[in-house]
């Protein structure tokens, strides 16, 4: 098992020349942290676990498709998690192969409000990029 976390506060020594007038740094959270889970459950099967917790920050709206005017919106919390199961087979001498299955994003935690439009702000996205996600695979390897 491996984790961390982080509270830190990351402000400007002045309040900014924006439309805002505040100090904080935007697009950066108060607090985030990890964790990750690695388990043999047997010999050949095995579980991997991971999430990711992101805290509240600021993020600047400027002129989208919504109306005409600028926002300092605050994010909601995020906390990704994913879980895969995979299971080893050795092919011949030296050489192993993993099947897998897994969920990414298992809660489906992400952005809820995204601009859009040929007015759209580009530049309005936060939070996890990919939305709940299943997969499958295999991946060969040489010892």
Same mark, same amino acid.
């Given at each position: 098992?491996?984790?961390?976390?982080?509270?830190?506060? =990351?402000?400007?020594?002045?309040?900014?020349? &924006?439309?805002?007038?505040?100090? &904080?740094?935007?697009?950066?959270? &108060?607090?985030?942290?990890?964790?990750?889970?690695?388990?043999?459950?047997?010999?050949?099967? $095995?579980?991997?676990?991971?999430?990711?917790?992101?805290?509240?920050?600021?993020?600047? /709206?400027?002129?989208? /498709?919504?109306?005409?005017?600028?926002?300092?919106?605050? =994010?909601?919390?995020?906390? &990704?998690?994913?879980?895969?199961?995979?299971?080893?087979?050795? @092919?011949?001498?030296?050489?192993?192969m993993q099947?897998?299955?897994?969920?990414?994003?298992?809660?489906?935690?992400?952005? =809820?409000?995204?601009?859009? $439009?040929?007015?759209?702000?580009?530049?309005?996205?936060?939070?996890?990029? @990919?939305?709940?996600?299943?997969?499958?695979?295999?991946?060969?390897?040489?010892?």
């Amino acid at each position: 098992m491996n984790s961390g976390f982080t509270v830190q506060t =990351s402000k400007y020594d002045e309040v900014q020349a &924006d439309n805002f007038n505040k100090k &904080d740094f935007y697009r950066t959270p &108060d607090s985030y942290g990890f964790f990750t889970v690695d388990w043999k459950i047997l010999p050949r099967i $095995g579980m991997a676990a991971t999430g990711n917790y992101t805290g509240k920050m600021y993020i600047p /709206y400027h002129q989208g /498709y919504k109306d005409n005017s600028e926002a300092l919106n605050r =994010s909601d919390v995020f906390f &990704d998690a994913g879980v895969k199961l995979y299971y080893d087979m050795k @092919l011949c001498s030296g050489v192993n192969m993993q099947w897998f299955v897994g969920m990414k994003n298992i809660f489906n935690s992400f952005q =809820s409000d995204f601009d859009k $439009g040929i007015n759209r702000d580009p530049a309005y996205i936060y939070g996890p990029t @990919l939305p709940r996600t299943f997969y499958v695979g295999f991946k060969v390897a040489s010892l």
